[in-house]
């Protein structure tokens, strides 16, 4: 059983940046694939991207493509999402999830992953 956490959320004005935290207790984040979601009011749940376990896989949802890094620490066993160029339309509450699997892809699919994080509120304003 994973427990994650984000962090990293807050206010940002458009145009700035953020860096979003996944982790959960230990190193067991290492085994598993780490995608990033996000759902603003009213809307479907959204892939944004995601890590192979190795690392060496990533993947991004075209609307956040060249503005969205996702990378990982594995000896902190934490993934991060850094966030720039932010827009209004990136508001939303963001998740981490995780599959446990050592693979060398990943997908931004919600149905691939088991655990859930509770989300960190991401609000792009001037």
């Known amino acids: 059983q994973l427990q994650l956490v984000e962090s990293g959320g807050g206010l940002v004005q458009p145009g700035g940046s953020l860096r979003l935290s996944c982790a959960t207790s230990?190193?067991?984040?290492?085994?598993?694939?780490v995608g990033w979601f996000r759902q603003a009011p009213g809307k479907e749940r959204e892939g944004v991207s995601c890590i192979s376990s190795s690392g060496r896989f990533i993947n991004f949802a075209d609307s956040v493509e060249g503005r969205f890094t996702i990378s990982r620490d594995h000896a902190k066993g934490t993934v991060y999402l850094q966030m720039n160029s932010l827009k209004p339309e990136d508001t939303a509450v963001y998740y981490c999830?995780?599959?446990?699997?050592?693979?060398?892809?990943?997908?931004?699919?919600?149905?691939?992953?088991?655990?859930w994080g509770q989300g960190t509120q991401v609000t792009v304003s001037s």
């Open positions: 999830a995780a599959h446990l699997a050592l693979g060398t892809m990943c997908s931004t699919w919600d149905d691939d992953y088991d655990y």
């Open positions: 230990g190193l067991t984040l290492n085994l598993a694939t």
